[in-house]
């Protein structure tokens, strides 16, 4: 007879215990064969001193071991995995369980070692299988409340998957073993589930949103690298859909992912047929879907993917020593015949395998190589900067800020035409001295603040400006980052067409990356300027703010924020070097600029870095805040003010007119804190034509002269932002 017939409970010693397959969080489980009959069977052995010692931090983990046991002997069904008995000796508790040999759904997503999407006619067929077995197991009162890839395993031999792991499940039925509301995996939890709030069958109905976005995409919508800030993405509820995702796809994951449970597809009277017949599951046949065979395609599309290892291969052979270009690459004119969906699915593919933000990949995509260097910033975030890739401490790096150079400005204060027409070759040689000191320093990236040129979008010349101007930042190394911080012209003239424009040529006017464990913020601070036409961006950029500082509060080793505007409020205090509050003179109103400095340094920010017409200031901000010391002190108060400073670094735009000490400023980030250095790029006294050129053609970095005041010169400020 058959062990999975069997009415008596077996015994360990007649099972040949072989390898390990997977492991929980109190659990392992082994491959074993039965001897008696050679039956294979799945495992899953818990020890019991150890769920005993773990009970101390997890409460509820005697009612997870017998919540499996009830629920899968309570279930038959042919995508739920299957318990046949349990039984125990001195020492540990035995699940013998079906074995599937086909490894969990997850594993089918990865190529190459990264995880990537399917063809959505697979992601349909294992779908399928997800939709029948949700509907099974809420049809008999239970909620899962933990699905996931991770726990759906495929079987060998016909394909389709089964969902195993109902520790954490909820019995509407029979509550007795329930536990607590707030379980899951972060990346696949509810917001109800988050806000500990009683669930429904509808945060299952949440994570199957998230589990077909993720076999789409091969993420997950909701990532945000650490649990917190996932739970953060989760409740703000905002996602991302790829432009190469069927408009059914697209449709399927919008309805299943609103925040509203009630409001969920599937959560209506109709229940999970509401899924069953949407257009993504057009020619599913859910009742003999058993006997459905896999689709011969796995993933999206075998040429794209085949294309992004070849881009690879070729990036890794390129000489980062060279100049970027794609002008006779026979890569480059197969990308240039794809559609704008191939496009966006290649870029996606490319993004998985984390080639996507290398430098001779990422410009690809644009109709220049300038120009793509320049729309880096993308989706709120930085292509390659991302809090996956850059949240840990690796080495001490450095970075480099010029404001400005408004390009043009000096010409057409002369000529009085806006334009500058005839000395503009001289102001970009200006500013290409500045590019060779930037290269001679090889920073990981430069920020680039301000008016990068004088003519506004309304103008006809504003294209050709800047072209220009994206031309002579190209020529930064490729292996420096270029990141922009919009000025006043972003906003100016038609403000609404001013942000689209700067928009089209920069990336995202507001965003926020990670390098090096540390946080980096950049606002459009003149959206500011702008209040009645801009009056819902500017909420929605507060709103964001807030998140972004405190997420970095709490997640990184120090934040630094970027800013067009000075947004210090007279009146805070100054280094000793330099008091003179009429530094701090700005064009935002005195109301605005005290709400933002206070939400910045509130937040325990570390730099804040802005511009200013005609001055180069360095000062700090202190702040203070109770700190909580438990029992208090001799006198029972449980609270001590702990204090918080914020360097703040107010650059001069370098090339404003009749100026001839144009400044780039260096920042570097080490483990004890950040130093700031003032360094001046020697130009003649017509303040456009570089007199510091050697007979190389290589210009010198000198220091400030002694005769012209400033707070930084090359004195270093040191910013503690030790964790």
Known sequence: MSLKDAVDKPDIKDFRIEAQIGEGNFSRIVRATYTPTQETFALKVVEKQRVKRLRIRHANIFNEINMEKEVLNKLRHPNIIRLYHTFQDNDKLYFLLEFLDGGELLDHLIHEKRQIGLHEDTVRFYLADVVNAIEYVHANQIIHRDLKPENMVVCKDTNHLKLIDFGTAKNLADTALNGPNFVGTPEYMSPETIDNKDVTFASDLWALGCIVFQLCTGETPFSGGSAYLTFLKVQDG???????????AKDLITKLLQKDPK??????EAGINDIKVHPFFRGIDFDNHMQAPLPATKFQDIALLSLAGELGKAERKRDPNLSIDFGSDKLQQRISTLNSNERSL?????????????????????????HGRCRYASQQGYVGFSHDLQNQWTDTFSFMQLAGP??????????????????????????QHAIDVINQKTPAFVVICGDFVNALPAQPFYTAQINAFQHLVNGIRS???????PGSSAAENSPTRSLEAYEQSFGDSRYSFWFGGMKFIVMNSSLLCHPDEFADKTERQQVWLKKELENGRLCARGTAVFAFHNLCEEGNGTSAENNDESVLVTSLPSQTRKQYSDLILQAQTSLLVTSHPALDQAFHVVTKAPQSQGDGDE???????????CEVLCCKTPWEPGSSTPTIHIVKVAQDGITTQRCV???????TVAAAVTNDHEVKAVPEPEQIDTSLSLQGVTLDITA
């Open 635 to 645: 006198n029972g108060d449980t609270t001590a003010v702990e204090e918080h400073k």
């Open 346 to 370: 290649l870029m996606h593919l490319l993004k998985r395998k984390q080639l996507l933000h290398l430098p001779g990949i990422y410009p690809r995509f644009f109709d220049s190589v300038a």
């Open 238 to 248: 905002s996602f991302h859909l790829p432009e190469y995702l069927s408009d059914e």
């Open 479 to 485: 292996s420096i980052r270029l990141v922009f911080v």
């Open 406 to 431: 408004c390009l043009g400005r000096a010409a057409a204060a002369k000529e009085n035409d806006s334009r500058g027409g005839s000395t503009w070759d001289a102001e970009a040689i200006a500013f």
């Open 681 to 687: 790029v020697e130009l003649s006294r017509s303040a």
């Open 263 to 268: 409001a969920r597809l599937g959560s209506g």
